[in-house]
């Protein structure tokens, strides 16, 4: 008797947590508003996705995973790695540590677009990644938020290899008068 509990509170676990089982009536509004709000740069730390509105996190839990999803989600992975590589000219491991651990992120931001990308099983996944996803869905890149952000990253990706080009030949300058000495 107690097979069939456990049996029957695994079949309502799984049927629970699928995600046929989300709804499209969940309004997409608070996680649309969190999107065009973001900033992750305000604080001065963007180093990691800040906590994320309970109402954000029901939409994330509970709404069908369609287009409008998927994109503000990835707006606001886009804008957190353009904040990064702005800041700190890289990006940075987006799960905490519990992920490791449990294979779930506290983070629903973070989970939700882990859950859809299935792209966040590696041993280090920085925010980058999402131009990884972005790649591999190319509909996505039309969109006007999503473009403008591409822009921007690839204009700071030009900066970084050009001052890493210059402090590439500075050491080599530098390699040379040491060994004319």
């Not at 456990?6 to 799984?14: D, G, I, P, Y």
């Not at 069908?64 to 790695?81: N, P, Q, S």
């Not at 989970?111 to 859809?116: D, E, G, T, V």
């Amino acid at each position: 008797m107690i097979y069939i509990r456990l049996v029957s509170t695994t079949v309502a676990f799984a049927l629970l947590t699928t995600p046929s089982c989300r709804n499209k009536e969940v309004s997409i509004e608070p996680l649309k508003h969190f999107a065009s709000t973001f900033n992750p740069g305000k604080t001065g730390n963007c180093t990691g996705m800040p906590a994320v509105p309970d109402d954000v996190t029901y939409v994330l839990e509970n709404r069908e995973i369609d287009f409008e999803y998927k994109k503000y989600v990835v707006i606001c992975m886009i804008k957190l790695y353009d904040c990064q590589l702005h800041n700190h000219h890289q990006g940075y491991e987006i799960r905490d540590r519990s992920f490791h651990f449990f294979g779930e992120e506290k983070n629903s931001l973070i989970n939700a677009f882990c859950k859809f990308s299935k792209m966040c099983g590696g041993e280090l996944v920085t925010t980058d990644i999402v131009l990884d996803w972005l790649e591999k869905n190319k509909n996505f890149k039309e969109e006007k938020d999503i473009c403008g952000r591409l822009d921007s990253i690839q204009v700071r990706h030009e900066q970084l290899v050009e001052m890493w080009k210059l402090t590439e030949s500075m050491n080599e300058v530098q390699t040379d008068s040491v060994q004319v000495k």
